[in-house]
């Protein structure tokens, strides 16, 4: 098991410019480095696979949001699995299999004063497999999770929609929402992805806003209006269902990719005043809040895809860290079908 | 006591087109009426003042809201306070004072069957004036009361940021903001109404919208950022506070005057992503949700008028319901200071 590290190549992308509108090649800068025998308390884990988010267009933005952005020059932040190949360190031993933040980057070297703030946590294969974990045991299973059941705060027999359906965090919310026995209706682009919404995942109804119906699908699909609508997408469609809701509706907001490659100004809500009308309240979430949480809510996931009950649909580009940049623009254009996760390394 | 009805006309404001933009004299008609005789369970009620609300705006417009539009022809809803001057009602006597909705006319006659759902109560002048009664006892005191304690929460030691703070339900939220130990901060139109603000109602600070200093004025102001936002006016004011929000901050929408004459598409608020970065909330209220809880409201705010905690600040308009269209003109200018009534008759 014992890798020569001094063999290795760490191949990188990092951050060369801000993005203006959609992140193009020349934000990107491809280096290698050398990979550093750990020091006393430091480890080295080997980059299995990374996650492609929503959220990463925030952090190349200059501004401090949630988290500070990425600094020029810097690696680019992501989560990803790796396996430990290297470590000082007496919580993890090589061949772990762990989860955290390497960042677009084939080796993820974390100096022993990191590790306890890097987020690093061993994970167990035998719950889910690694796309799994990046997935519905990951940070949008979680995001879904404590977004839909603490925020969203949905009742049996209520009806629930989801934007972004097919996606990772929609993905979830309706499930859980189904599980916890409520109407689940998805928002999505397109026919085949609203076909695997129903189909597969076992939605009650899933609309394709591509298809221009979103007004007369939720009309016909939510026919009791909406009391809880989880958020991923903004602009129109957070206008558009803001029409349809219920009193004392709860609006999840956990995202806007509609608006996040916007040169201009956000759009705003025009129709927020549907919150005053309905008594309704629309709240943002950060998932990292709950994270004294997460192992109690991967434990009842798992127990969901054992059971069958869940399904988790990841949607791999091979290929390693040269296609992150292709990678990151596919999330953005919705070319993606399912989690968007970048193989890195075999297993 | 005892009125001659057969000898009085009910002078009457009509609402005889709906409005497009800002409600001009064209929107509305003049009429007159005999009074009738009440019949057994009934009771006529001759209107002392009228409340003048940014809402009206709304109920002018088609299309059901919270309450029904007023239609073509109707007398235009309105606030007031009256005095029962003929009753075959067992719960009211000639003589009695009352709050409810008389709307714009001089004699309002209540139905038997009308009675229960009217909303008239009795009220208790030795509590407060008339005036009083429409401004902090009244619509507004419990909007700015239940608005500001059950959806905003504050904690002592916050910051409370109240817009419109010289208005009607302003003036509630800041001085009970106060009461309640925290910092409260008004934004206001005007120098004038920015004194009266701190140095009448005893805010501790009152920026000066019209300035055009909103911005620096929050940084100034609001050094430890705002953890209540009571939102009167939507727009530009909406969208400056939503960058200096805490951490889950709650902010209250009660209304956007800004926004109720745009004959656009109103503005959403452009930084509502605020909400997500900091786990804050938006929520509406409407004050009739809180009805079964006002006489509790009352006596807490009767307590604190006797004893000088709290004033009381309304713009009176003499003239009657002739100069109705002239006063919902002057609301919407903002050139009332303090709840603006509209004298009807003497008491």
């Keep these: 098991m ?12 990092r951050l060369a410019a801000r993005p203006v509108g959609l992140p193009a090649a020349s934000n990107w800068r491809f280096s290698e480095e050398a990979v550093a025998a750990p020091a006393e308390g430091g480890l080295v884990v080997k ?23 990425v600094e020029l020059g810097e690696v680019m932040r992501a989560g990803g699995i790796g396996r430990v190949i290297a470590s000082r360190h007496p919580g993890f031993a090589v061949g772990d299999t762990v989860s955290g933040a390497p960042g677009v980057q084939e080796y993820w070297s974390i100096a022993p004063e990191q ?12 719950l889910g497999d690694v796309g799994q974990w990046l997935n519905v045991l990951g940070m949008p299973g979680m995001t879904g999770y404590f977004g839909l059941l603490d925020v969203g705060k949905p009742e049996a027999g209520q009806t629930v929609v989801v934007s972004g359906a097919a996606g ?9 929402a189904k599980i916890k026995g409520c109407r689940a209706v998805g928002i999505a682009g397109g026919a085949e992805k609203c076909r695997f919404v129903v189909d597969e995942l076992g939605f009650d109804a899933c609309i394709d806003y591509k298809a221009g119906q979103l007004r007369e699908g939720l009309r016909e699909h939510c026919g009791n209006g909406v009391d809880v609508y989880f958020d ?20 999840v907001i956990c995202g806007a990719i509609s608006q996040y490659n916007n040169t201009g100004a956000v759009q705003g809500p025009r129709n927020y005043l549907a919150l005053l009308v309905n008594r309704a309240r629309m709240e943002g979430m950060v998932v990292f809040d709950y994270a004294a949480r997460y192992p109690q809510a991967i434990a ?17 580009l091979e290929g390693g860290v040269a296609r992150f940049p292709e990678a990151l623009g596919r999330l953005f254009e919705g070319a993606n079908f399912g989690k968007l996760v970048l193989k890195v390394a075999d297993d």
Tied chains: 1, 2.
């Excluded at 014992?2 to 992308?13: E, G, K, R």
């Excluded at 990772?168 to 859980?176: D, E, I, K, S």
């Design 47 to 69: 980059t299995l696979a990374l996650s492609l988010d929503p959220a990463m267009r925030g952090w190349m933005n200059e501004g401090r949001s949630y988290i500070p952005p």
């Design 232 to 251: 991923n997408v903004g602009g129109e469609i957070l206008d558009t269902v803001l029409t349809r809701i219920n009193r004392h509706a709860r609006i």
């Design 300 to 316: 009842e996931i798992a127990g969901h895809l054992k059971a069958g009950r869940m399904k988790s649909r990841e949607d791999w």
């Design 2 to 13: 014992t890798t020569d590290l001094a063999s290795l190549v760490n191949h990188q992308v």
């Design 115 to 126: 590790v306890a703030r890097s987020g690093l946590a061993r994970i167990d294969l035998a």
């Design 168 to 176: 990772a965090v929609g993905q979830m919310v309706g499930q859980l």
